[in-house]
């Protein structure tokens, strides 16, 4: 069963940054996509960023040039690195991988 697990969200003010981490397990972590995904409330869930299994990497407009999303295959680990922090980065994150998602993990940036 596979089972992704997101952890690293806070508070933060704007500049700020944090690092989100999502756990994988249960999958050959190697060979998927992976992608970050965020909802604010009252919004649709929107694609953050996304790594492919070599490596390559796309980001949402609004977050390029801030956010970093990385991987390690030994640690079945994806990550987002979030800097230049700004209130509309507000949202709970999401880790993806194909169909699965797991819980999310709230961001909130604010003075």
């Known amino acids: 069963q596979v089972q992704l697990v997101e952890s690293g969200g806070g508070l933060v003010q704007p500049g700020g940054s944090l690092r989100l981490s999502c756990a994988a397990s249960g999958m050959i972590f190697s060979i998927y996509v992976m992608g970050w995904y965020r909802q604010a409330p009252g919004k649709q869930r929107e694609l953050v960023a996304v790594i492919t299994n070599d490596g390559t990497t796309q980001y949402a407009e609004p977050v390029k040039g801030r956010f970093t999303i990385s991987r390690d295959n030994a640690k079945n680990t994806v990550y987002l690195q979030m800097n230049s922090l700004k209130p509309e980065d507000t949202a709970l994150y999401y880790c993806?991988?194909?169909?699965?998602w797991g819980q999310g993990t709230q961001v909130t940036v604010s003075s």
């Open positions: 993806n991988a194909y169909e699965h």
